[in-house]
């Protein structure tokens, strides 16, 4: 192929995948088969000189990101389109950048108050019983939400690099509740949140027992910090073919919908100022949802009725035979 009056004669099965084409292209021209305006003029560049090389964006649900290299054929005459489709690689380097860029601010702020009040200390301040205690408190502080956001990220980086080693067994449910209340009822309890465990103790799941402990542990810290004080959460349970889904739902103010499809990324706060406020780190959910993954299960979020959060999960049902 070449100018853009000029007709495909060859092609490779993966240049119809990239284009979306569902017609055969040979015999066609370039114009009826490519309708993307910069890969036709590139086509173009390609056939009057040497090799052509540009990054474009296809359109499309959704939109791919291709290379797109032309080279005139000397011989045989006409031109040589070649793509890659790039679309993944562009995704994770964006993922990268975000990731690089939101670590550094989120550890900015508790650095710097570790810093200003150590300074504050130790230009005399440390003399001040009174206000040395505070400053020591605020340092206390922040050095825990440091240590809070390390480990999280350490887990984080374990589970999405596969060196996490998960034991999956028949695990009963309700006393993995139980044990996930007991661990956060003692926060709960300053905002008088009240938990209720209301999965059938007979449900039984496939999964790692500590896995399946951190995602409730998670999910009950998220539900006990956000619903408001004098709030009520409730973990249920069901089984449907084959599947066991888990809610953890709580009476809060819900999440708003341009919110809800993002929750589970990383740092991804829906009201930042109260989050870093009631100490979340911004990676709990992150961390429920790459453990579920992992555990070939899913989890998601939807509204309650009348208000509220449903943060839900699914895993594998125990077989009869796993209990044996």
Known sequence: MGRWSDRVTEHREEF???LKVSYPPVGRTLLEVVRVPALIELVAKGADRSTATAELELPGRPSRRVLAVVAPQRTAGGSVLVMHDVTEMRRLERVRRDFVAN???ELRTPISVVLAN???LLDGALEDRERAGEFLEAIYRNARRLSSMISDLLDLSRIESGQLTLQSGPVQVSA???RAVQLVEKAAGVKRVSIENAVDPSTTVRADEKALE???VNL?????KYCGDGGMVAVQASERNGMVRV???DDGPGIEPQHRDRVFERFYRVEPGRSRELGGTGLGLSIVRNLVNAMGGKAGFEPANPRG????FTLRAAEPEDDS
């Open 309 to 312: 959060s449903i943060f839900w």
């Open 118 to 120: 150590a300074e504050t």
């Open 214 to 216: 951190q995602i409730l």
């Open 103 to 105: 670590v550094s601010h």
């Open 16 to 18: 119809l995948d990239i």
């Open 220 to 224: 009950l810290d998220n539900s006990a």
């Open 176 to 178: 993995v509740v139980a």
């Open 247 to 249: 809610e953890v739902r």
